[in-house]
């Protein structure tokens, strides 16, 4: 499918799920597999991504020449999780993918793992072998609910053709609401070819299933009372803000207080960073203010963030200042990590829309501002540039001014990720795509196929480290063959770069196999796929080659050449506390 099918998919007028229930109200005799494909039609599914095999012939039998929705084949199975993930976090719809059993399914681990760390909604649909085999060691056999179950919100062995309607309704609704995540369905090749009376599902009902989403009264009304008592208050705003579409409320929220803002790694965008309150990113290459605000402050309100190690580092040291209000709409998040004193479980677009009637600016806050000010004009994000080298954090820069920030951007794992959420401005919600909790190499340009196919008229940018590029490389295949004109950055070191870099501060300088250096030649290597290959080793030629890139109508790859040796500061390593920081060149 290309991006230009994406966008005619989205533009033509969708059935609605009234008029596709009345069609297929009359009882009617089907196998499992035609009832899977109406079930995700009814879902809304227009995209799925997939890779066929034995176990789910029955299924791709039934998809052909079946045109209610796109089916993108990718490279491997983990390409295709991670390209459903990116669609599903650039879209907010839900990412949906098909593999086939045993080696099939288990390459879809690695995926579901980042998606269920990350809360992206995802529904997983694995064939498996035939029911009277299963247990006995068929070919290409694996338990993969038994393999995914401390990974998805749920998981289904579907037993009966007539099962599956109601599995897939359930499975969707588990995998979007609540705190959002990954949802397994398994279906044996007898299920599939079985026939049975079709049913559509209408609605959901499942016992023991409720998120909470409206925030209770008494935890409201104790939070506006700790904001108008406090002197040196903090926001912390995570990817829960991004997920339950409230980035409106909380600049609401934000300019009506005067409170100081910072986002986590997956909360970028969910504030604009440009704006003169946001003081960047915090924890292990958090900002020098950010890191030094939460220790410093006597309230930090966290909205949908989960205080994980990256951000507290040292938890005995964390914010020992601080109250801690922390609205979650999952209730295991909130003192997992950190001691709560004004707990508040609920969706957070409904949390804020409960406070922003009633909350109040602050005039005590105002010398706190100052000194966060003061904190930021002493130790700004900074790097040594140079003339004769090509810096990583110059790349991002001229990448952001170049994009006007107004581009989807998608990571990798590592230095890169980290110049990338210091340097690049996101002003958006839904224009950052990284792996976070799970840092997972490979994601970063199956996520942008996915990103690319979800919003076909938006600008996608894939920055990448070598390393990381060459655990998915094979996904460029697809951008080629469909025309997906994503543009990729590789942020080409030579070496495995954070690794590197602990090893050099940590580990006394003993580089222990990281060397990447000497193969391949990306260039090349883009042209063997069908796709534009450009090199750049200084500025003028990175300046060159990418407008080139992003001129080019089609997917493109840009390999940047950058010194082995940079490093990301500030860094906090691992036993300290988030105000001490190692702010390298600068020191």
Sequence with gaps: MSVQQAAQAQAQPQRSKAELIEKWSKPEVITGSEMLLRSLVLEGVDTVFGYPGGAVLYIYDAMYGFSDFHHLLTRHEQGAVH???????????????????????????TGIATAYMDSSPLVVITGNVVQQAIGTDAFQEADIVGITMPITKHSYLVRKAEDLPRVIREAFHIANTGRKGPVLIDIPK????????????KEVKLRGYNPKVMPNRLQIEKLLDAIAKAERPVILAGGGVIYSGAHEELYQFVTKTGIPITTTLLGLGGFPSGHELHMGMPGMHGTYAANKALQNADLIINFGARFDDRVTMRLDGFAPHARVAHADIDPAEIGKNVPTDIPIVGDAKLVLQALLPEVRSNPKVADWRRQIQKWQQEHPLTYKDSDLELKPQWVISMIYETTKGDAIITSDVGQHQMWAAQFYKFNKPRSWISSGGLGTMGFGLPSAIGAQIGNPDRLVVSINGDGGIQMCAQELAVCAIHNIPVKVAIINNQVLGMVRQWQEIIYDERYSHIDLAGSPDFVKLAEAYGVKGFRATNKE???????AALAH??????????????NVYPMVTQGRTIDEMILGDEE
Excluded: C, H, M
């Design 553 to 566: 109508p089609g997917p493109a790859v840009v390999d940047f050449v950058v010194p082995k040796l940079e």
């Design 190 to 201: 007898d299920v599939s070819a079985q026939k049975g009376l079709f049913q559509p599902v």
């Design 541 to 547: 030629e990175a300046r060159r080659a990418w407008e």
């Design 83 to 109: 390209a459903a993930d990116g669609y599903a976090r650039s879209t907010g719809k839900v990412g949906v993918v098909i593999a086939t059993s045993g080696p099939g399914a288990t390459n879809t681990v």
